[in-house]
């Protein structure tokens, strides 16, 4: 797909047209680094069904930071839930 400055993309999806945005998180998990996350992420985004397209630009600066295992500036602390702690105090079927 061609890579143009204010290209109209439309969504793969829905056929809607994508709207620049800036997305907060995005979630990675490369078999080389386990659960890494990108923030700020310059992209398009549908507003109809939510289907995000990041450039090739963006494409390659997610894979060049995997495949040099470069390291990240800041770590965060997420919270974990192991689910057998919490299945039994949900109530409902299977
Ligand atoms: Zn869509």
């Known amino acids: ?30 078999p080389q680094l386990g659960h890494i996350i990108f923030k700020d992420i ?4 549908c507003p109809e069904c939510g289907e995000v397209y990041f450039s090739v630009k963006v494409n390659q600066t997610i894979d060049k930071v995997i495949t040099e295992k470069i390291k990240a500036p800041q770590k965060v602390a ?5 689910m057998a702690n919490y299945i039994q105090q949900v109530s409902g079927g299977v």
Do not use: S, W
Request: glycine share 2%.
């Open 1 to 30: 797909m061609a890579n143009h400055k204010n290209q109209t993309i439309l969504c793969v999806r829905c056929g809607a047209e994508m709207e620049e945005t800036v997305l907060e998180y995005f979630d990675c998990y490369p």
């Open 42 to 45: 310059p992209a398009k985004k």
């Open 78 to 82: 997420v919270p974990l839930y192991p």
